[in-house]
C-alpha cells in the first residue's frame, strides 16, 4: 500500500482563493508588456465557442485581465508572428482539443503529440469517408493552401448541418491527427494549412512520448490554477484521472491540504513562494472562463453556484442565456446577462448579491459597454432579482 505524500502546505481557503486568482491574473499588476499572448501562455489555452454576445469568448478572456484591449490587436496576437517571424508567416497559436475546442500557445504543439497519436488510432468516429478524399484535401492545401472548407469544396452536403462534405470530415480528420492546422479564423470560419509549413520545424515531429507530454500538461495545468484538486489539474486539458496519478509525483507540483476541501490538493510550488497581494480586478466574466469554467471548483473556492445557461430552454433559465458572472475584490457578486442594441449595452437580466455588489456590477458594465463601443448602458428594473436597489444601480451608471 502506497502511502500519500506529507503535504507541504496547510493553506485557509481564502489563501487558496488568493493563489487561484493571481495565477489566473485577476490579483496584482495586469502584465501589459506581455499582453495577450503573455495571457494566452500565463492560461496555456483559451477556450473558443460560437456564441457572441459582447464578443466571442476567446476575446473575453484577455479583455477580463488586462481591460480594454483592442479586438483587432486580440485576433493579431493568436494569429499573427511577431516581426522577427520569416515567410511564410507562421501563427503564435494553434487550435486543438484541449479543455474543448481551444486556441493554444504554439510551443505547446509537442505536448498534444500523445492526443494525435490516440486520435490517429481510433476508428473514424462518427463520419464515413470516401477512398481517396483525405489524400485530395491535403494535395490540396499544399498546391493552393491556406483554405477554408468551403473553398476545399463545401463544409456541408445538402442535409442537416452535422451532414459534413468529405472535404470537411478529411480536413477536420487531418486537424485532428496533426498533419493540418488552423492558422486563423476568418469570419468564424477555420482556414486551415499543411502543419508543416504553419508550425515551426523545431517544434513540428512528435518526440515526446505520451508520459512527457502528459507530465507537462500536468504542470502546466498547475501553474495556471495556483492550486487544485486531482479533478481540477486533470480536467484543465482534459487529461484522464489515471494518468495524472502517474506523472504528478514527477511533474513538479507539490501536495498540500486546503480547509474546507475535503479533497487532496496539488500546488505550483512558485505560487506558495508569495503572498497573493496587489490591485483586484473587477470585470464580466465569460462563462468559458477558465476562472470558473468547472462548476464544482468555482463553488469550492467562491461559493458561487454558475451554470450555462444558452443551452437551456428559454422558459427554464433563471439567469439567462449567456449570464456573466461579476468578478469584484476576489469575489463573484452576481451575474450579468447582457446584449447589444445599437450603440446600447442592454442588462436583461440582472443577479446582485447584495447593495455591495452595485458599485461593482455599475463599473463592470461600464467598461464592458466602452470596450465593445456602446456609449449607453441600459437597465430593465424588472429584470434585476432585488427591485428596491434597481434604482440605485441606474444611478451608479450615471
Not at 169 to 178: D, I, Q, S, T
Not at 244 to 251: L, Q, R, T
Not at 300 to 314: D, M, N, Q, S, W
Amino acid at each position: 500500500m502506497t502511502t500519500a505524500p506529507r503535504p507541504a502546505a496547510e493553506l485557509s481557503a481564502d489563501e487558496a482563493r488568493r493563489i487561484a486568482l493571481r495565477a489566473q491574473g485577476f490579483l496584482g499588476a495586469p502584465d501589459r508588456r506581455g499582453g495577450v499572448r503573455g495571457v494566452l501562455r500565463s492560461l496555456g489555452q483559451v477556450q473558443l465557442d460560437t456564441i457572441s454576445v459582447l464578443a466571442r469568448s476567446h476575446e473575453l478572456i484577455p479583455y477580463a485581465r488586462l481591460g480594454a484591449v483592442g479586438r483587432t490587436a486580440v485576433e493579431e496576437a493568436y494569429w499573427t508572428a511577431g516581426s522577427d517571424g520569416a515567410p511564410p508567416v507562421r501563427p503564435n497559436a494553434f487550435e486543438y482539443w484541449s479543455h474543448a475546442a481551444c486556441i493554444l500557445p504554439v510551443e505547446e504543439w509537442p505536448h498534444f503529440a500523445f492526443r494525435r497519436r490516440a486520435y490517429r488510432d481510433r476508428p473514424h468516429w462518427g463520419h464515413e469517408l470516401s477512398p481517396g478524399a483525405y489524400e485530395k484535401v491535403i494535395d490540396q492545401l499544399r498546391d493552393q493552401g491556406p483554405l477554408t472548407a468551403t473553398e476545399l469544396g463545401g463544409a456541408k452536403n445538402k442535409g442537416e448541418w452535422w451532414d459534413w462534405s468529405d472535404s470537411k470530415v478529411a480536413v477536420e480528420r487531418a486537424l485532428m491527427y496533426g498533419e493540418v492546422v488552423v492558422t486563423e479564423r476568418r469570419g468564424w470560419k477555420r482556414v486551415y494549412d499543411l502543419a508543416e509549413r504553419a508550425i515551426p520545424q523545431a517544434l513540428l515531429h512528435d518526440e515526446l512520448d505520451d508520459a512527457e507530454c502528459v507530465r507537462r500538461l500536468v504542470r502546466q495545468a498547475g501553474e495556471a490554477l495556483g492550486v487544485g484538486t486531482r479533478a481540477d489539474i486533470a480536467d484543465y486539458h482534459r487529461i484522464r484521472g489515471e494518468q495524472f496519478d502517474a506523472v504528478v509525483e514527477a511533474s513538479g507540483l507539490v501536495p498540500v491540504t486546503v480547509a474546507g476541501w475535503g479533497k487532496p490538493a496539488w500546488a505550483d510550488p512558485a505560487a506558495l513562494a508569495t503572498e497573493p497581494r496587489g490591485r483586484h480586478r473587477t470585470t464580466l466574466l465569460s462563462p468559458f472562463d477558465s476562472l470558473i469554467w468547472e462548476r464544482a471548483r468555482t463553488e469550492r473556492i467562491f461559493g458561487f453556484t454558475h451554470r450555462l445557461e444558452a443551452y437551456v430552454p428559454k422558459q427554464k433559465r433563471i439567469h439567462g442565456y449567456f449570464a456573466m458572472p461579476v468578478l469584484a475584490g476576489g469575489r463573484l457578486v452576481g451575474r450579468v446577462d447582457p446584449a447589444r442594441e445599437g450603440r446600447t449595452l442592454v442588462a436583461r437580466q440582472v443577479t446582485l448579491d447584495g447593495p455591495k455588489a452595485v458599485p461593482a456590477v455599475a463599473r463592470a458594465l461600464r467598461e464592458a459597454a466602452e470596450w465593445v463601443g456602446c456609449d449607453a448602458v441600459k437597465i430593465l428594473p424588472d429584470r434585476v432579482n432585488l427591485p428596491a436597489l434597481a434604482p440605485e444601480l441606474v444611478r451608479e451608471l450615471g
